[in-house]
Structure formats: structure tokens, C-alpha cells
């Protein structure tokens, strides 16, 4: 591990995403705390300024790509690119603010940190790299902003330009309002502007000052030892969020052919959209989703629930131990997983938050009956294998309302009560939504269960 400026860091390679790697996820207090780190480094006349760590994937071999009339070094960022695609994006406002005011001297500049035609040096993935592209070339984009990552990324570039500017401003008229904007050189009293001195102390600190941890990878096996640090250092990355990176990465060093390797990630690219949009849409706990997923997909005993971890164990998502299960049956199960999950957010939010314009008729009503009980999490398994059965037509409107009826009956009965049911028959009820979710039991059978309880 050494210590590289982001203008070393660049030197001679392109960096890219590779697509297990979750998108651009900082936020305003990253944002705000990055610029005035800077600001500071201008300020007290910082030498040095401590970034973090990158980690890249650098194989002994690595592919070279044509960036201008060089080739260059392409390798994956495993760890860090929170950090590198603010720097990049604030450097392209510095610099687009810089040729603005007449500082023609900084093009030139323009190739070393950021693009070559069509060419970026550091490359985004899925959603968010057209619009990063945008950002950097030209300073506005014709991408519409829908996701969340694509959204954070256009807030970042939008915070840190109104940023810039306010601080340009304020130093320009400071150093007029104090008479400071003079600067005597070989005798030589000439005037100058403090916002433009601003603009090429920024980026001078972004350049040089800034200082990162550099270590590279050059066996593939140290990538998932990598994440999984990464991952526990992370304390805002959701299970969710870390079943995505894994099933991402697992998809990346298992499937061989590459329309199959695309196929699939994007496909668990465009399945984790989803889900976050409606667990998000109905206040939803994505810790909760997973575990409905769980019992639906894998095993309707609770017991030892350790949420993402679980999917790792070599019975369900092996990464490399195949002994238990095979690496064909673990790509089947990933793919029928990543298939049904979106749905299952969508069943998963409509129970959550009901809706008046439910086709379902008298769905509302009693959805909104069973919440008012306050003992809906304990249903919610069976709650959404039987509104999925419904959406595909395997089940009727009338018995999914008498269902509902059933549950909300028994709910009402156990907070009469001020009872919590038995393990026993929460344990029913997690086989029953096991059951009703792979064609084993009819509902009715189920509704007459909960009825007799």
C-alpha cells in the first residue's frame, strides 16, 4: 500500500466500475463535508489532505485501451469510487469555471483528469454513465434523472457548482471590499482576482494535496475478501444493499459465457431498482422484504434468520464450495430469485401501504382492517404469496378476501387478547406462504386453518 495524489492515481490507467459494484450513494453531509475539507486545505495552507483508501483490481495482465493517442491501463475500482467520482465531478466544474473566465491554459488539463473524446478516465456502470458523461463534457445532461443513484449524482454536481460559485463570489468581493486583491511580484504591484486564485487553489489541492491509501489487487480471489471488508466497515449498506454487491459478484467470477453474464446482471440491476422504488414507495423495512423473501424462496423456518448472511451458506448461494450445491443449480436459483423479487416488492407494498384504487375489490378495507390490529408483520410471508397468487390468476378475488377476512379475524382475536400466537402457529404460518408460494396447498384450506385457530 502507498500514499497517491489523485493526479498520480490517474497516471496511465482508466478506472471503471465493474457492475457488482453497488452505484453513487453519498449524500449531502459527504457532499458538504468534501467541499469544506477542501476549502480548508486552501485556507490554513494544508500540505497534506488524508482521502482514504482506494482499492483497485490490477491483474498481472491487465487489458489496455486507446485513451487519445496513448493506451491505457483498465482496472476495476473494488473500493473507493464514492471518492474518486466526486473528485472527478468537482474537478469539471473547477475546470469549466476556470475556461470560463478566460483561463484558456487549463483545456489542456482536460484530458489528463477527465475525458478524451468519448472517452472518460474513470467510467461509470448501469444507470448512472451516460449522465456522469454528460456532466464532465458539458456541464448539464439530457439524461432524465429517475433512479436514485442517477438522482444523487445530479444533486452532487448541482451542490458542489452552487458551492463553488458562492465561495468565488464571496472571496472576489472580500478581496475587493479589503483591498487584498493586489499581489506585488519583482516590485511589480498588479491586480488580481481573488475568485480566480480561488479556482486554481482548488484545483491545485484536488491534484496534488489530496492524499489516498492506494492498494491494488491482483488476484481475483482478494475481490471477495475485499467486499466483504468493505462491507462490514459500511454500517449504512442495508442487507439488501449487500445481497445485490454479492449476487453481482457471484454472477462476475461464475458465469463463464458473457451474454449469460450480462444477461444476468442486469438483470439483478434492474430487480434491486424495483424493489428499492417500492419498499421506498410505502415506508417500507427492506430488512423485512428480505426475510419474506427468504421464506418464500428457501425456507419458511425463522429460526436462524441472520438475514444477508444466510444467503452466503454453501446450501444456498455457495461462492466457490460447490460440494453442497452446484454451481448450475446455485445460477438457477439466483436466476428464479432475481426473477420473482421484483414482484415480490410489488405484492410487499401493496400490503403495506393499500390502496383505494385496488382492482381487488374490498381489498382496501380489510388490509386496512388487518394493519389497524397491529400484528401484520407476523402474516406478512403468507400476506404476499397469496395477493401474487391473485395478480397471476391462481386465485380467485373471493377467496383472497375471505383469506384476508380469516386473517383479520384471528388478528383481531390475538390482540383481544394481549397475546403474541405460539411459535407453533407462527411456524404454520410461515409454511402456509412457503406452501401457497409453490403450489403445495390451495388457499382455502389455508383460510379454513387460520379459521379454526
Same mark, same amino acid.
Given at each position: ?370 394493519? =389497524? ?74 383460510? =379454513? ?5
Amino acid at each position: 500500500m502507498e500514499l497517491k495524489t489523485f493526479s498520480s492515481l490517474l497516471e496511465g490507467r482508466i478506472f471503471q466500475i465493474p457492475d457488482y459494484q453497488r452505484g453513487y450513494v453519498w449524500e449531502q453531509k459527504q457532499w458538504k463535508y468534501f467541499a469544506e475539507d477542501i476549502d480548508a486545505i486552501i485556507d490554513d495552507k494544508i500540505i497534506c489532505n488524508y482521502k482514504g483508501t482506494i482499492v483497485i483490481y490490477q491483474p498481472t495482465c491487465m487489458p489496455k485501451e486507446n485513451y487519445g493517442t496513448k493506451k491505457f491501463e483498465v482496472v476495476d475500482i473494488v473500493d473507493g469510487q464514492q471518492r474518486l467520482i466526486t473528485c472527478s465531478l468537482y474537478l469539471s466544474i473547477i475546470l469549466n469555471e476556470l475556461i470560463k473566465n478566460g483561463e484558456d491554459e487549463f483545456k489542456s488539463e482536460i484530458p489528463i483528469y477527465l475525458l478524451s473524446g468519448t472517452k472518460s478516465k474513470i467510467r461509470l456502470h448501469n444507470d448512472t454513465a451516460d449522465l456522469y458523461f454528460d456532466l464532465i463534457s458539458k456541464g448539464s445532461t439530457n439524461v432524465n434523472a429517475t433512479t436514485v443513484h442517477q438522482k444523487r449524482l445530479l444533486e452532487c454536481y448541482n451542490f458542489l457548482k452552487l458551492h463553488l460559485r458562492k465561495q468565488t463570489e464571496e472571496r472576489r468581493e472580500l478581496g475587493i471590499r479589503l483591498g487584498k486583491n493586489f499581489v506585488t511580484e519583482d516590485g511589480i504591484s498588479k491586480e488580481i482576482d481573488l475568485g480566480i486564485k480561488y479556482l486554481k487553489d482548488l484545483f491545485d489541492a484536488i491534484i496534488r494535496k489530496i492524499k489516498f491509501s492506494f492498494y491494488p489487487i491482483e488476484v481475483e480471489d482478494e475481490i471477495g475478501l475485499t467486499i466483504e471488508s468493505m462491507s462490514f466497515r459500511r454500517k449504512e449498506l442495508s442487507p439488501l444493499d449487500l445481497l445485490k454487491t454479492y449476487l453481482m459478484y457471484w454472477v462476475y467470477i461464475n458465469v463463464d459465457l458473457p451474454d449469460q453474464k450480462e444477461d444476468l446482471i442486469n438483470a439483478v440491476i434492474k430487480t434491486w431498482e424495483e424493489a428499492y422504488v417500492n419498499i421506498a414507495s410505502c415506508n417500507g423495512n427492506e430488512e423485512q422484504f428480505l426475510k419474506i423473501a427468504w421464506t418464500l424462496y428457501h425456507s419458511y423456518n425463522p429460526e436462524k434468520w441472520c438475514v444477508y448472511n444466510d444467503f452466503k451458506s454453501n446450501d444456498i448461494i455457495p461462492l466457490k464450495d460447490f460440494s453442497k450445491k452446484s454451481r448450475k443449480d446455485t445460477q438457477d436459483f439466483i436466476s428464479n430469485f432475481t426473477s420473482g423479487l421484483a414482484g415480490i416488492s410489488m405484492q410487499y407494498s401493496s400490503i403495506i401501504s393499500p390502496s383505494k384504487a385496488s382492482k381487488i375489490q374490498d381489498e382496501y378495507t380489510w388490509l386496512s382492517k388487518i394493519k =389497524n390490529t397491529g400484528n401484520i408483520s407476523n402474516y406478512l410471508p403468507l400476506m404476499v404469496a397469496a395477493r401474487k397468487k391473485v395478480i397471476e390468476g391462481d386465485i380467485t378475488d373471493v377467496s383472497y378476501i375471505n383469506f384476508l377476512k380469516a386473517i383479520e379475524q384471528f388478528s383481531s382475536r390475538v390482540s383481544t387478547l394481549s397475546e403474541k400466537p405460539s411459535n407453533a402457529v407462527l411456524s404454520e404460518f410461515y409454511k402456509w406462504a412457503y406452501d401457497i408460494f409453490s403450489n403445495k396447498q390451495k388457499i382455502e384450506s389455508v383460510t =379454513n386453518w387460520i379459521m379454526e385457530q
